[in-house]
């Protein structure tokens, strides 16, 4: 075997800490500074001088994070300080409670006692040892006195530092934290056992605590975990004083600590901190359950001490359950703008985060039969922020055997046409061009912001008509009189003359608004944009060929084909043809110049406008060639930030991107 020389050590010495650095970036951070395949190529220089000089290859080296072989069963590890649980208040008074306990034991005013409050993960509890900054046991909470050895699968977690970014650790320092999966990856991860036919994981949670309890390592390396620090058990060789202390050593020494982390001076400051983090809870890319609120001082939270499980020092303050359990009374189907059936399930009523439910979507047949939901069938239900509520999963165990299995009709329940599914497509819809559901809700939005814009003519007033048999199509809107409206129940002169201005003023609409109106299907006000600028006017685009709509940037096969269809279809041209006639001005538009200054510009909205709706503020960056995308990346050009920001604030704000309040935003889109 070759000896490696002094160039050689230092270099893998060079390699692995370059490489621990651009990993510290990428995963705990967030904010890497070098690309994939610059960080592979140290990556495999490295793999290739251990493997010429085996000797060189130390446990902490970044290549051992992965490739041990299964275990047969994991050892157990008694913690050195019990991992203890945590007491919880599920409302103001209760934190109040706790917060006047904590005064009166420990003889304290509120003016001297300090919290450190964060947010409280939804994962998987785990504790790590270091030994001179080396990571050397990894292990579950377990019951809080005894877990699991689960080193192997920790060291895969690449937001786990395998040595201390220090060059003076402690002998001893033991991390404690949580292991998450974040709500996108885990539903990739779900969306890949679906295809492999695997059991579903029923939440992040689960998926986070199933990877880590995998007896096989290389199982847990491909599955994205995270760890969030939030404290410490036995420590030697170093004085921590108090909690924030703590958590800041922690981050220097490389790990992931939440960036909401604050310390509060009054119970009044908690109160503040807990409506915040229920406000952007949505947002963030991983659950959470509530904050924890700990008392900042050791000395204090040794003088407060422990009951049998939870210490008097600390409480989890949890936000109201988003899933509840409830019972479904029926499956009704309902129809959209474009005949889509879709299956709704009836529930008991139940209180879910605040918010009473009653019916949650169950999406599509597909859907139904994976999850097996049937009518009588007690569920567990979940909404998140203004999400449509959904069915996580049945509890089989409350069967009875009286539940009834779901068909989606053949025939439609609103008009009784014929209900098809067409082949590789996962919705059934309905085939009946008279639909009333249909005609309601395509009406509806040909009318609505960014389409033809009729101000005051909402839904109620659109069923009636469409039931009174005043319109049946878009165009016959243009076709109404004073007396027509004057039927509709809730009717009045002026309204009526009100009404009929909004529509005389819809006459004239932008060409993207236009097209948009019309209602193609995967046409939404991005696309209309496109077309109106590519194809200038109506006429010009309803006799574009398949090939010519392709060979749009953003155009693909599936819409190709949808906005062929549309044109040759003799309804649809009827529609134009009594749009025409009932006076609406059928726009000419700038062919491919039009003003796009925003061309290229991702925008990312955040908080409340004052000036404009979320769907405004997009339509309004769409109009001048922008694009709106949800979440803050470095591929964002503007964070439009209103009022109460969620979280793509302060990662815009981390990440370095313009940011633009009301104002500046109102400036450049002008
Ligand atoms: S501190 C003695 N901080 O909550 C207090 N715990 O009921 C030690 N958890 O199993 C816990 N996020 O896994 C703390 N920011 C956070 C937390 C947190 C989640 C979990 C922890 C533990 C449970 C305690």
Redesign the pocket.
Known sequence: MKKPDEKIIKRVKELRDKINYHNYLYYVLDNPEISDAEYDRLFDELLNLEKQYPELITPDSPTQRVGAPPLEEFKTVRHAIP????NKANTEAEFLDFHRRVKELSGLSDREINYVV????????VELLYQEGILTIGST?GDGITGEDVTLNLRTIKSIPLKLMTDNPPSIIEV?G?VIMNKDDFEKLNRERLQHGEQLFANPRNAAAGSVRQLDPNITAKRPLRM?A??TGRVEGIQLRNQWECIHYLKDVGFRI?EYVKLCYSSEDVIAYYEEISSIRDDLPYE?DGI?I?VNDFEIQHRLGELSR??RW?I?WKFPPQQETTKIRDIIVSVGRTGALTPVAVLDPVRVGGVEVSRATLHNEDEIIKKDIRIGDTVIIQRAGDVIPEVVKVITSKRTGNEKIFRMPDTCPICGSKVERPPGEAIHRCTGMDCPARIKESLAHFVSKGAMEVDGLGKKYLEQMVDKGLIKDPADIYFLKKEDLMKLDRMGDKLAENLLSAIEKSKKPSLTNLIYALGIRNVGYHLAGVLAKTFGSIENLAKQEIEDLLSVHEIGPVVAESIYNFFRNPRNINILNKLRQGGVVLPREEITTGERPLEGKTFVLTGALDSFTRDEARRLIEEKGGRVSSSVSKKTDYVVVGKDPGSKYNKALQLGITILNEDQFKELIK
């Not at 991992?83 to 945590?86: D, E, G, P, V």
């Not at 964060?118 to 509890?125: C, N, R, T, W």
């Open positions: 991992m203890l649980s945590l964060e947010p409280k993960f939804d994962g998987l509890a909470r404690r949580e969030f939030y404290g939440s959470i924890v700990k939870s210490p600390a989890a």
